[in-house]
């Protein structure tokens, strides 16, 4: 029986003799592609056998899929009325905060009550959102985030494919996404790393801080396969799931992290960073990116927002180590303000999430194309010709 499908991966359309058949462009799981007489589509109760137009049709279907974990809320910031918080209260923790959800909104909060100060009066230009990361030209300053465990969230995509999708589309976008780690990935079988090596390394593994002899066979694995820098999420220490899953994770020490950054030649990125006194520590360990980030709010319930810290963090270590920051940014105008503290750059954790989920690539690159868009009018309002004219002078 031959069937039209759309791959919602690669975007791919073609006619199949064999529904069960992976896409024959990019090889996504049959999960991915969307045929017109597929019982499991139509019980999501929506007809998205095209593609989505627009990144609001993108959102529409992850609301439709994320059913009892994400609502995708315009203004998505961990409340405690959100279902993310009310679902998880107890329960595992989908797609809300940690706790009370208090770290979560403090990201969001901690964003919102910056403003922007408009400067109109001068010539005329077109802003350029370009930057470099690590060498690698990227059409704005934002890229995907560390995420990972998306399959767990109502079936919907494997993980496979959410990892393609965010690799995908962020490449599509002129940018590049990090990879996350969690409980069910292993050194053996591992999402993250085999989608890397399927888009022929453009992609960056962030990993649990498990034991140091499993982190060196992930970094070897990463090398082989031409990743551009690997990196640990230190916050994600406060994991307990990974240890119920027999695979624990741990403190790290400065002779742990440069015991890691000497066995790579790879750059190091250090994730999870909240304080100036952890930051430089890690740049007395050799580490080159200090990512910014209370992961999303989900490790650990009462911590200041990722705005609030980050000036404090950029005072100490600029110029010693390159500062990604993440944490409640949906938008330009929240790119900006996170520039303008003091990032050299932005990681988008749950908006990359909905957009794989809602779209495949192609939502994620409407998301991407969203930021650029809202970031490029930030620019040109706040009389910032390029990333570097960017700086606190634009905050009221
Ligand atoms: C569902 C989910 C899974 C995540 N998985 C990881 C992970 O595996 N590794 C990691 O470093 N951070 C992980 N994070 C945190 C993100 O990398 C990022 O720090 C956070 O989502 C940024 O906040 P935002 O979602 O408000 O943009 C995860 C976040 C979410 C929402």
């Known amino acids: 029986m031959t069937a039209n499908t759309i791959c919602t991966i690669c975007s ?219 990196g640990v999420d230190l916050d994600g220490c406060g994991s307990t799931i990974m240890a119920k899953h027999g695979q624990p994770v741990f403190r790290k020490s400065v002779k742990d992290l440069r015991e890691l950054v000497e066995f790579t030649s790879l750059p190091f990125i250090a994730k999870g960073i909240m304080t100036p006194e952890d930051a430089e520590a890690c740049v007395e360990a050799g580490v080159k990116v200090v990512a910014v980030s209370n992961h999303g709010g989900r490790v650990l319930d009462h911590t200041p927002g990722v705005a609030e810290v980050l000036p404090l963090i950029s005072k100490k270590i600029k110029n010693k180590a390159i500062i990604t920051a993440d944490g409640g940014v949906r938008t330009g105008y929240d790119v900006i303000k996170m520039l303008a503290l003091g990032a050299d750059a932005v990681l988008i954790g749950r908006d990359v999430i909905r957009g794989a989920v809602g779209g495949g690539t192609t939502g994620v690159r409407m998301q991407m194309e969203r930021l650029k868009q809202t970031l490029r009018q930030a620019m040109m309002m706040t009389q910032c010709r390029d990333i570097k004219e960017i700086n606190e002078t634009i905050l009221f």
């Open 12 to 230: 791919n359309k073609e006619v199949k003799d064999n529904i069960d058949d992976s896409c024959s462009r990019c090889g996504a799981d049959k999960k991915s592609l969307v045929p017109e007489d597929n019982e499991s589509v139509k019980s999501f109760d929506f007809d998205f056998f095209d593609l989505p137009e627009n990144l609001e049709e993108v959102r529409t279907r992850a609301r439709l899929k994320l059913k009892g974990y994400c609502a995708v809320y315009p203004y998505c910031d961990g409340n405690p009325d959100r279902i993310c918080q009310r679902e998880t209260y107890g329960k595992p923790i989908g797609l809300g905060g940690a706790g009370s959800g208090a770290s979560f909104t403090a990201n969001v909060e901690s964003i919102q009550k910056l403003k922007l100060n408009t400067r109109l009066v001068g010539e005329h230009f077109e802003p350029d959102t370009g930057t470099s990361f690590l060498g690698i030209d990227l059409s704005l300053p934002v890229m995907g985030s560390s995420t990972a465990g998306i399959s767990k969230y109502n079936d919907t995509i494997t993980e496979l494919d959410f990892c393609r999708a965010a690799l995908k589309g962020c490449k599509e976008s002129g940018t590049i996404t990090f990879r996350g780690d969690t409980w069910f990935y292993t050194p053996e079988d591992n999402p993250a790393l085999d989608a890397i090596e399927m888009e022929g390394g453009y992609g960056i593994p962030i990993f649990k801080p498990r034991a140091q002899d499993v982190l060196k066979k992930l970094i070897e694995r990463s090398e082989k396969i031409n990743c551009p820098a690997v």
